[in-house]
């Protein structure tokens, strides 16, 4: 096991965390989240950061990016590339690199999208769709272009940086869509879509954390978006846990 694994296995085994953000409509099963539904969406998304470092350990340390063409055009979502690591080979060998998510090969594949990349609880309006996505923009680890290296991009630290949320929309688990993020915007993209109140974030470093969406900290929540902004940050704050002192 190599090392970068090892202390990725560590935070894993040792528990998780709530999140939270702008309340989106979404259609979500009514009363409050089962421990089976939460035991759930948490082990998926600890799936996902499994497998994200996986992609890194087998392709010299890149974080999985977006599939482009040679004119830098986005043709099918990371997602796609976890694939191999999700156990999904037979899947991925299904897709044709070279042609957009919408194309007439890679557009049969949607409806297959594994169960990893599925809520937990609820539904979505149409089949292939996720909540689990990425921030993409300055700073954050899906930033377009790709060249994202575990650790050496993350220099505030992979447990003060957010890999993967559970997003407030579902896009088509294929398409390279995922949250526009500007440190400067007014507002938040809209989180939490899955759960009433709450929604898990997978950090850099392998843990799962809860948000609790109406009490998270704007600022600190998008200083754990970035990754090299160099200011100190309080995760707790961030996920909106320290409430009760505020």
């Known amino acids: 096991m190599t090392p970068r694994r090892l202390a990725l296995v560590v935070p894993l085994l040792i528990g998780v965390g709530v999140v939270a953000a702008p309340v989106p409509k979404v259609e979500v099963e009514p009363g409050p989240a089962t421990k089976q539904e939460l035991r759930t969406g948490r082990e998926r998304m600890r799936q996902l950061i499994i497998a994200i470092h996986s992609h890194a350990d087998a392709n010299n340390g890149l974080f999985p990016s977006n599939v482009i063409d040679g004119k830098g055009k986005a043709l099918l979502s990371w997602r796609v590339r976890l694939l191999p690591y999700l156990e999904q080979d037979e899947l991925y ?4 690199l070279t042609e957009a998510w919408d194309g007439p090969n890679n557009s049969k594949l949607i ?3 594994p169960a990893a990349f599925a ?5 979505t309006k149409k089949s292939g769709e996720t909540y689990y996505q990425g921030f993409d923009g300055p700073g954050a680890a899906f930033k377009s272009g790709g060249g994202i290296r575990i650790p050496a991009s993350f220099p505030d630290g992979l447990s ?19 949250l526009l993020f500007d440190p400067k915007a007014a507002a938040l993209p809209k989180l939490g879509g899955v759960f009433d109140g709450e929604f898990f974030v997978g950090l850099c470093d392998g843990s799962v954390r809860v948000a609790l969406t109406r009490r998270i900290d704007d600022r600190h ?5 970035t990754a090299n902004d160099g200011e100190v940050n309080d995760s707790d704050t961030a996920f909106g846990w320290d409430w009760k002192r505020r």
């Open 93 to 96: 060998k299904k897709f044709d």
């Open 119 to 123: 809520p937990a609880r609820g539904k």
């Open 221 to 225: 929540f998008r200083l754990m978006v």
């Open 160 to 178: 003060n940086s957010i890999a993967v949320v559970e997003a407030g929309e579902p896009v088509t688990w294929t398409k390279p869509d995922d």
């Open 111 to 113: 409806d297959a999208m």
